[in-house]
């Protein structure tokens, strides 16, 4: 897989692509296919909440061509692979869900909210407000933390409107999204224990994937 991806890095064009479909097909498609069908396997003793879909279209899978229609960056593919498996209420990449990221040079799995639209976004934020206990147990839950560290994604530079600048939590209701993720070796996606560690990813982004459902009054 990472083999084709560095190739295709260097050879970024619809050309090269469609001479080398085959290996796309085989290195690429095939594996995470199946890895998907692995996760499948696990994800329902982590929450029935959340779908693993090896469909080709609007599956877990998200599709290697690039929307470059509002780019600067007109390269027509991505040059790496992801995956969400997402909540049973999302439509989109904009839905709770847990994520895996492969590429040659990084390797991150987690899971969290990327760029809701702005209803979800108030929803989150208003619970964070409302409920700072719960919040702050949720972040500070010892394996959540030492496994992941802090949340990442952009933040707004000034408060939301609407929100007080002293709340403690400010920095949080500032983010434009709720994702945590654990940086892994490339390489130890391509051996037979990566399954172990997305697992173990996956459960242990539970606390914050039951807030973000509770926050957009959903099911867990």
């Given at each position: 897989?990472?083999?084709?991806?560095?190739?295709?890095g260097s050879n970024n064009?619809?050309?090269?692509?469609?001479?080398?479909?085959?290996?796309?097909?085989?290195?690429?498609?095939?594996?995470?296919?199946?890895?998907?069908?692995?996760?499948?396997?696990?994800?329902?003793?982590?929450?029935?909440?959340?779908?693993?879909?090896?469909?080709?279209?609007?599956?877990?899978?998200?599709?290697?061509?690039?929307?470059?229609?509002?780019?600067?960056d007109k390269r027509p593919?991505?040059?790496?692979?992801?995956?969400?498996?997402?909540?049973?209420?999302?439509?989109?990449?904009?839905?709770?869900?847990?994520?895996?990221?492969?590429?040659?040079?990084?390797?991150?799995?987690?899971?969290?909210?990327?760029?809701?639209?702005?209803?979800?976004?108030?929803?989150?934020?208003?619970?964070?407000?409302?409920?700072?206990?719960?919040?702050?147990?949720?972040?500070?839950?010892?394996?959540?933390?030492?496994?992941?560290?802090?949340?990442?994604?952009?933040?707004?530079?000034?408060?939301?409107?609407?929100?007080?600048?002293?709340?403690?939590?400010?920095?949080?209701?500032?983010?434009?999204?709720?994702?945590?993720?654990?940086?892994?070796?490339?390489?130890?996606?391509?051996?037979?224990?990566?399954?172990?560690?997305?697992?173990?990813?996956?459960?242990?982004?539970?606390?914050?994937?039951?807030?973000?459902?509770?926050?957009?009054?959903?099911?867990?």
């Open positions: 897989m990472f083999n084709f991806l560095a190739d295709l064009n619809r050309e090269w692509f469609n001479n080398n479909k085959d290996r796309y097909e085989n290195f690429v498609v095939t594996p995470v296919t199946r890895f998907i069908e692995a996760v499948g396997e696990f994800l329902p003793t982590i929450s029935d909440a959340y779908i693993a879909d090896t469909r080709r279209n609007g599956g877990s899978m998200f599709r290697i061509y690039r929307d470059t229609r509002f780019s600067r593919y991505k040059e790496n692979v992801g995956c969400q498996f997402r909540h049973t209420a999302g439509k989109n990449a904009h839905a709770p869900g847990f994520y895996v990221h492969l590429a040659p040079a990084e390797v991150f799995i987690g899971g969290g909210i990327w760029k809701p639209d702005n209803n979800s976004l108030d929803k989150i934020r208003n619970h964070i407000a409302e409920n700072p206990e719960l919040w702050s147990s949720a972040m500070k839950y010892t394996a959540f933390s030492s496994h992941f560290g802090k949340l990442q994604g952009e933040s707004l530079k000034r408060p939301p409107r609407g929100f007080d600048p002293d709340n403690p939590h400010i920095e949080d209701l500032k983010r434009k999204s709720y994702m945590a993720f654990r940086h892994v070796k490339p390489q130890s996606a391509l051996t037979p224990a990566f399954i172990n560690d997305v697992e173990k990813a996956f459960a242990t982004a539970m606390p914050l994937m039951r807030f973000i459902t509770s926050a957009l009054e959903i099911r867990n």
